[in-house]
């Protein structure tokens, strides 16, 4: 086999109080098709997303994590790699566009080298280059992941939440680095606050195993990263405010932002909440576009 075609979909990461920690898969997805060619260099084909500027070469993430499996199976076997990718996860809004790169080259790597490595070890390789776990554990598994790192070694447990979710995306046009996002945070954080997180990422989990999700509106709150972000996201509180309103549980940063995703139940108006959302950040003089979307139970599929 020397070409295979591989599906990631988009992640939200920190769901509230979970930051670096916890995560989700939704029904919004990358595909890449990666051949091996008898031609050297590298080739690259994109429709969609980040078509204009994503370029073939090495520390392009989606060929360096292919890479990255394929020269320790291979011995450093050189080789020729065309990759076509069809994007619909735009790109640093913190919908794990990054993650789904890396995942996608991992893993259609993986699949040219007979399976060398598990999932549990991708998550390994993923996270190494990531820097933390929680975007490419749920884009490996699917699902909602809760990972932590011990001694170095990324783990997650993976849930499926008691009962189905809507997540209402809202994506501004303007970008937020992830980079920038994260020199925002302080160093350190009152106890109080932590004590906060805490008890909220615990309901979270909670709420989502039980399916008691008349909690969410207090388990999606966060004291941790969100305050020290509202500023580079103008008018954050009131989108919140307006999703709640127009009936959602509550609101988040999806990952670093700048998207903000509300959680609602299947029949609420998921697109009133849209809406609701998109009005409020026009009046800040941004325009956003929505995806109303559903949890991805199966992470990264060979298709
Ligand atoms: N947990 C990360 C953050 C997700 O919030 O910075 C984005 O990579």
């Known amino acids: 086999m020397n070409k295979v075609t591989v599906r990631v979909p988009a992640t939200s990461a920190n769901c509230g109080p979970g930051f670096d920690t916890l995560g989700l898969a939704v029904d919004l997805y990358n595909e890449a098709t990666y051949e091996i060619t008898d031609t050297k260099g590298f080739q690259l084909e994109v429709t969609g997303e980040g078509a204009e500027y994503l370029k073939p070469f090495g520390r392009n993430l989606a060929f360096a994590s292919f890479l ?7 011995d450093g076997k050189r080789i020729g790699l065309k990759v076509k990718m069809i994007n619909r996860i735009p790109m640093s809004r913190g919908l794990g566009s990054s993650s789904s790169a890396i995942v996608a080259g991992l893993y259609a790597a993986n699949c ?4 060398y490595y598990t999932r549990d ?7 190494e280059i990531e820097g933390h776990p929680d975007n490419v554990a749920p884009a490996i598994y699917g699902g909602f992941t809760i990972s932590y790192m011990e001694n170095s070694e990324a783990h997650s447990l993976k849930l ?13 046009d303007s970008k937020l680095p992830t ?4 020199q925002a945070i302080p160093k350190t954080i009152p106890h109080g606050d932590a004590v906060y997180n805490a008890s909220r990422a615990s309901l979270l989990v909670g709420a989502l195993a039980s399916g008691n999700y008349e909690y969410l509106s207090m388990a999606l709150d966060d004291k941790l990263h ?18 709640k309103a127009a009936g959602a549980y509550n609101a988040i940063i999806s990952g670093a932002g ?6 609602a139940a299947p029949e609420a108006d998921g697109e009133a909440i849209a809406k609701a959302m998109v009005a409020t950040f026009a009046q800040q003089g941004e325009h956003a576009c929505y995806h109303i979307l559903h949890l991805d139970t199966q992470g990264v599929q060979a298709i």
């Open 68 to 74: 990255r499996v394929w020269n320790k199976v291979m």
């Open 112 to 115: 040219l080298c007979d399976n």
């Open 160 to 172: 499926i939440p008691a009962k189905p979710l809507q997540f209402i995306a809202v994506v501004p």
């Open 258 to 263: 700048s998207t903000v995703m509300a959680y």
């Open 179 to 182: 980079v920038l996002a994260r």
């Open 226 to 243: 969100q305050p020290y972000r509202a500023h580079l996201i103008p008018g954050l509180y009131d989108v919140f405010a307006a999703a």
């Open 121 to 127: 070890e991708l998550l390994n390789i993923a996270t």
